[in-house]
């Protein structure tokens, strides 16, 4: 209802400069050993009778993350006598004892519950919800909020283009294009679309550890307020790609974008991310024209809890549930989804 | 004729919470369990996914998930010196339709009975003197306590990824929580909601006066969770699509999040969906139950034999097919015997509508089905009654649930309700107006009852149910004390230039929403002439029938049912597991 095609929107010619030797280094750092495969691991399975998710546990409780997705042979879970209905769980659904006429309900895929292997894995400790009890129901606004909403885009147009040398703070362009645009097959994101209070949170998020990147936390840290805030509203000022009329990609991705999937619990990528990977609300992300390499550098780093200001986790959940095949798949899908800049 | 089927161990009428849990749980004890479900097959994805999910006119206006009207209704009338007449339209009851039932298209507001809903006429008995009571009410205690069903209420909680902060642990009282809650063996699995703006500002306003406002509990998961049957479990995004819609975010608790895709995974287990229950079928001696009839979804009787037979339907569709089944003594207020039907309640609601200057703005569409602030220095007897001569009481909160377009235009008081005068207040307070609710219990009288119609009847040709209601004085008076508090406090918030305050008054008209927690008809009890089921559940006269459900509660309390629904089903099933299953038979005698 909210929704509505970006295609009258006129697109800014992109100049695509060439990336320079940050880059490599990036890259490299990449490569190196943040965001890989070998953190993944099953869903996490508890049996009934555990105490799951006991309230607010300490955010470091999170058990020694097993070695390539094995899971330790003493696990207390692996051990127990899993209940009956889902150790036994057959693949046949439900199926109308000769009932004739009679619908019998369609079985939905299987829950994760019943087809994961045995290897319950624990996911990354719950976030702690900060601060909030019960009694707590005052008012809190974001500290990026104010400081965005007297910037100057003009400014921050500076500082993305020149940077701030000075300050350790490189300029943004470098890396995220002249206008927004990142080049298309690296591992930087666009940042053309992104509303500003999602760019603000974002960069505060690098500055407090909440979010890590070896290039983009030591950047955030050498900001202030009022230039986050500055860089923010610059960005979205930018008009973000078009949405591309056809949506290319894999059958699967499709799926998961616009239905979700019963079986693992996983909500439709859309129903937060809006309608093609638009982005919805101010702190949403589009996701639309995202450069692949980026999308599943972030994925990997929701599963393994590398990137943790997703909220409450409900990211660093999803990123767990979807197979290595499904996230390069959505990162396709996502990636295709704009006619090139004209 | 019906066509028969191969017998089963145990045939559940209706698959919403009650179906779902006794179901699973008897197949997990590896009975051949059917649960007959008369609408259809729903799913978070694909049937709930937005944004298609997202239309109030289908699911609110034209109630997609709700009984159907125009098959089948109900009759109503004020008292027994009126004719009934059948509705086809209401707002008094959601009765659930299709898989999950009301537990699917529920909000999710989640509190545990007080333990004196458990004990009320002695309760108030021993405190008070029995004059508290005025001589209609016919409010009586439960056969269980609320010590007893505890655990089950704790494996509810885990079931459904309750949140909240826990105000009483094993007796201890909590800084950060209710400090009237009733005890709890464990802290709730999540914690608490945020709140949107204008229940914060009713908290700071209800905390100035020295009440004891705080979050109230849910089952809106808020953080991802995996559950007691070891399912997901995502966070509430707080959309503003719950009330009356399926959760898109599996965020919601509800049978197809939190037990079926478990259950169906089992061979012994099945759910039929498009069977209509007609009637429970009974051995020529009416001691026993043979089965259930059923109307397919090709419209074909079908009778399904069962050894057990457990009613899972809405409240009073399980009241109305013991009727239509003839088991158990139909009440009849004029000689005042019989028990099916007795003791039928609402829920005592009330209102006070606020209207804030520009400056404060509500932004009523952020919200979801249970997020408020909340207060329970009047619930329940958490307050001296002796000087208001009344029993029962009620909470205060603001809840924000939904700013949808079609149902939401708050205007003051004046206001046509049409022209421009109407669009120019409702675009002046749209964004400017809340409303304190005021949720209080619901005393039993001899006139409120169920029956069968004796003159209208649904597709199928049978009678519909009879509702025979009005608000007994005592439920007035405290709807008036409880009003005079929430006008109190609406009246100290920041922001608030008006209010009206909108106590209960009779006569009760089924046509206007006023929550839609039906409870009783088919009372549990210790005494045969007093209730149509035993402490288990199980029917005096039938004994391999159970009930499960809201129609069990003798009267209704304060709180939201569902929280007491879940923990009864649990208790319920555990004594079929324990006892009744080894030795069929009465459970109680």
């Not at chain 1, 330790?72 to 009956?84: E, F, I, K, N, Q």
């Not at chain 2, 298609?52 to 109900?74: F, G, I, M």
């Not at chain 2, 009779?506 to 005494?527: C, E, N």
């Not at chain 2, 459900?549 to 319920?572: E, R």
């Amino acid at each position: 209802m909210m929704q509505t095609n970006r295609m009258g929107m006129m697109v800014t010619v992109g100049l695509m400069i060439g990336l320079p030797v940050i880059t490599l280094v990036a890259t490299g750092y990449q490569m190196v050993g943040l965001g890989g495969e070998g953190l993944i691991r099953p869903t996490a399975v508890t049996p009934r009778a555990a105490p799951v998710a006991a309230p607010a546990p300490a955010a470091g409780t999170a058990p020694a993350s097993p070695a390539q997705g094995t899971a330790p042979a003493t696990s207390p879970t692996a051990t127990s006598a899993a209940p009956a209905a889902v150790a036994t769980a057959p693949a046949a659904p439900a199926t109308a004892a000769a009932s004739g006429g009679t619908a019998t309900t369609a079985a939905p895929a299987a829950p994760a519950a019943a087809t994961q292997g045995t290897a319950p894995a624990a996911l990354p400790a719950p976030t702690p919800v900060p601060g909030r009890s019960a009694l707590d129901f005052s008012p809190s606004r974001p500290s990026w909020e104010a400081p965005l909403q007297k910037a100057d885009a003009k400014m921050g147009q500076q500082l993305a283009s020149a940077g701030r040398p000075a300050g350790g703070v490189q300029a943004c362009v470098a890396c995220h294009g002249a206008q927004g645009v990142a080049a298309p097959g690296g591992i930087f994101p666009t940042l053309a679309g992104l509303s500003g209070e999602y760019m603000a949170k974002q960069l505060t998020d690098y500055r407090s550890g909440a979010r890590n990147h070896p290039l983009m936390t030591a950047i955030a840290k050498g900001m202030t307020d009022d230039e986050i805030g500055q860089v923010a509203k610059y960005y979205a000022s930018l008009p973000a790609q078009a949405v591309a009329p056809k949506l290319s990609g894999p059958e699967g991705a499709r799926k998961l974008d616009v239905l979700g999937e019963n079986g693992r619990a996983l909500p439709a990528c859309a129903n937060c991310h809006g309608v093609q990977g638009q982005g919805e609300g101010p702190l949403l992300p589009r996701l639309a024209g995202q450069p692949k390499g980026y999308f599943i550098d972030q994925m990997n780093a929701f599963r393994n809890g590398q990137r943790q200001n997703d909220d409450v986790g409900v990211m660093r959940a999803f990123s767990q549930r979807l197979t290595p095949e499904e996230i390069d798949a959505l990162g396709t899908y996502y990636e295709g989804m704009t006619t090139a800049a004209k | 004729m019906a066509k028969t089927l191969p017998a089963v161990d145990v045939a559940i009428v209706g698959g919403g919470w009650t179906g779902a849990i006794i179901g699973k749980e008897l197949a997990a004890a590896n009975q051949r369990v059917v649960v007959l479900e008369r609408g259809e097959a729903r799913w978070p994805s694909p049937d709930f996914q937005g944004p298609n999910v997202h239309d109030e006119l289908k699911y609110t206006r034209r109630h997609a998930l709700h009984q159907n009207a125009a098959s089948e209704t109900y009759t109503f009338r004020n008292n027994i010196d009126q004719k009934a007449l059948p509705m086809r339209r209401w707002q008094f009851a959601y009765p659930g339709t299709h898989l999950g039932g009301a537990g699917n298209h529920w909000s999710g507001a989640y509190y545990r009975f007080d333990p004196t809903d458990f004990n009320i006429r002695s309760h108030y008995t021993e405190r008070y003197g029995a004059k508290i009571f005025d001589a209609d009410l016919t409010s009586q205690d439960w056969p269980i306590s609320y010590d007893e069903l505890e655990p089950y209420f704790d494996r509810f909680d885990y079931l459904i990824g309750a949140s909240g902060q826990a105000g009483n642990l094993k007796g201890q009282k909590q800084a950060d929580g209710n400090p009237f809650e009733p005890w709890r063996s464990r802290p709730y699995p999540n914690p608490p909601m945020k709140v949107p703006f204008a229940p914060a500002l009713f908290g700071a306003a209800a905390k100035g006066l020295g009440y004891h406002p705080y979050v109230q509990p849910s089952a809106l998961a808020t953080r991802p969770y995996v559950n007691s049957e070891g399912l997901h479990m995502s966070a509430c995004v707080y959309c503003g699509f719950c009330s009356n819609f399926g959760c898109e975010h599996f965020a919601k608790a509800s049978p197809q999040v939190c037990i079926l895709p478990v259950a169906i995974k089992m061979e012994n287990f099945e759910i039929r969906t498009g069977a209509h229950v007609l009637k429970v079928e009974l051995t020529e001696d009416k001691k026993r139950a043979r089965g259930v009839s059923y109307v397919d979804a090709a419209g074909e009787e079908v009778f399904q034999p069962a050894e057990i037979v457990v009613m899972c339907a809405f409240g009073i569709n399980n009241v109305r097919l013991l009727l239509l089944s003839g088991i158990g003594k139909p009440f009849d207020p004029v000689t005042n015997t019989g028990v099916v039907g007795r003791n039928y309640t609402h829920q005592t609601t009330s209102g006070v509508n606020l209207f804030c200057d520009e400056a404060t703005n509500i932004n009523p569409f952020m919200g979801a089905g249970a997020v408020a602030v909340t207060m329970d220095d009047f619930s329940a007897d958490n307050f001296d009654h002796g000087p208001h001569g009344f029993v029962g009481g009620g909470y205060l909160q603001i809840q924000v649930v939904s700013g949808a377009p079609i149902g939401y235009h708050p205007t003051p008081k004046g206001t046509p309700s049409w022209g421009s005068e109407w669009k120019k207040q409702v675009k002046r307070y749209y964004n400017h107006s809340a409303s304190i609710t005021i949720t209080g219990s619901a005393q039993p009288t001899r006139g409120t009852y169920l029956s069968l119609d004796p003159t209208y009847k649904d597709a199928w040709g049978l009678p519909l149910l009879r509702i025979t209601y009005d608000f007994p004085d005592n439920d007035i008076r405290m709807s008036a004390f409880l009003t005079e508090k929430g006008d109190e406090i609406g009246r100290a918030m920041k922001g608030v230039v008006r209010t009206e305050p909108g106590p209960r008054k009779k006569p009760f008209t089924a046509t206007s929403y006023q929550s839609t927690h039906l409870t009783g008809g088919t009372a549990i009890g210790d005494d045969p002439n007093t209730s149509v089921v035993n402490r288990y559940g199980q029917v005096w006269d039938v004994p391999n029938v159970f009930v499960a459900g809201a129609s069990l509660f003798p009267q209704n309390s304060g709180y939201n049912p569902t929280g007491t629904v879940g923990a009864t089903a649990y208790w319920i099933v555990e004594k079929i597991k324990a006892d009744y299953l080894r030795s069929p038979g009465p459970l109680v005698t």
